[in-house]
């Protein structure tokens, strides 16, 4: 397979594959020369129709560790906006001899319908709530690391998982791994069918955090709601935000994750996000040695 459109479509060895590879390119990104010749011939471009600060410099910096020439293109600053189609957009970019196109899109499917029509490589970096592979790959990575291992890890997704890619790439990668999962929030915010995944729902913030090894903390995606929803921000913050007082009340040290953006004070208190128990941090350095692990082993079936 040239491309990663989902976790949906890549198997355990898929993934212990990645996480070996990138545990050998976090060695090299801590070193005083943190670059590798490996994907000299390689050129990328990173198309983003939906903001991003993590994920895209993420990208573009395991690119250029890795040695690639990178072009990027944010769709507010292109000819998108003077009505100019996707698949012409990429067809444009890759007759400039592109060979792998990071893409992220707001509409659900975009990277697999691009894979379909284009010759190149596709990464998807998101893709409206469907998935969020690397992100998802950076999450079990950390836990990984944290915890020694994701099989048998008990871990509760927390907030708005109807709009999430984030909590559907997730729910897939840990329970390929081993890893037993919750989802926990409003009801108007649980898929209704959630529990064919394999996932149960626990409404109580408190019993899915005692039950917990890891919580991972979503942020409410008012971009993609009604205005009027159900909880408001301060009814949830109540409800389902977590604040010091709660997780120092458990009856165990649980780790916290978080994808960011944080809405500082409603998912989750500043106190916590910057407390020793928070890995929001550690996501984000790993996301670098993830995606050079992606990038390099998509490459070379390329090269
Ligand atoms: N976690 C994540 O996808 O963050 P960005 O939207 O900033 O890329």
């Not at 390689?42 to 990178?70: G, M």
């Not at 990429?90 to 379909?116: C, Q």
């Not at 997730?170 to 898929?191: D, F």
Request: aromatic fraction near 6%.
């Amino acid at each position: 397979v040239n491309h990663l459109l989902g976790i949906k479509y890549i198997n355990n060895s898929d993934i212990d594959l990645i996480f070996e590879t990138a545990d050998h390119f976090k060695e090299v990104i801590n070193r005083p020369i943190k670059k590798v010749p490996s994907l000299r011939d390689i050129t990328i471009a990173n198309i983003f129709f939906e903001n991003s600060t993590r994920t895209k410099l993420s990208f573009e910096l395991a690119q250029k560790r890795l040695s690639a020439d990178v072009i990027s293109f944010s769709a507010a600053q292109s000819s998108v906006k003077k009505g100019e189609t996707l698949i012409d957009t990429v067809n444009n970019i890759l007759s400039m001899k592109v060979d792998m196109v990071v893409m992220r899109h707001a509409t659900p499917g975009a990277a697999y319908f691009l894979s379909k029509n284009v010759k190149a490589s596709i990464i998807n970096a998101g893709d409206g709530a469907h998935e969020h592979p690397t992100q998802a790959l950076l999450d079990s990575y950390s836990i990984r690391e944290k915890l020694g291992d994701v099989g048998g890890k008990k871990v509760v997704i927390v907030g708005d998982i109807l709009h999430s890619r984030v909590a559907l790439s997730n729910i897939y990668a840990l329970q390929m791994q081993g890893a037993e999962v919750k989802v926990c929030g409003p009801k108007t915010l649980i898929p209704k069918h959630i529990e064919s995944l394999g996932v149960t729902v626990e409404p109580n913030l408190r019993k899915a955090l005692e039950w917990c090894d890891v919580a991972n903390m979503l942020r409410v995606q008012n971009e993609r709601m009604d205005v009027n929803f159900f909880p408001s921000t301060r009814e949830y913050a109540q409800q389902y935000g977590l604040d010091k007082t709660l997780l120092d009340s458990l009856s165990k040290e649980i780790v916290i994750m978080h994808p960011g953006p944080i809405n500082r004070g409603v998912e989750i208190t500043s106190e916590v996000a910057d407390s020793s128990q928070s890995m929001i941090l550690n996501q984000v350095e790993n996301g670098v040695a993830i995606r050079m692990a992606v990038i390099y082993l998509l490459a070379s079936k390329i090269q």
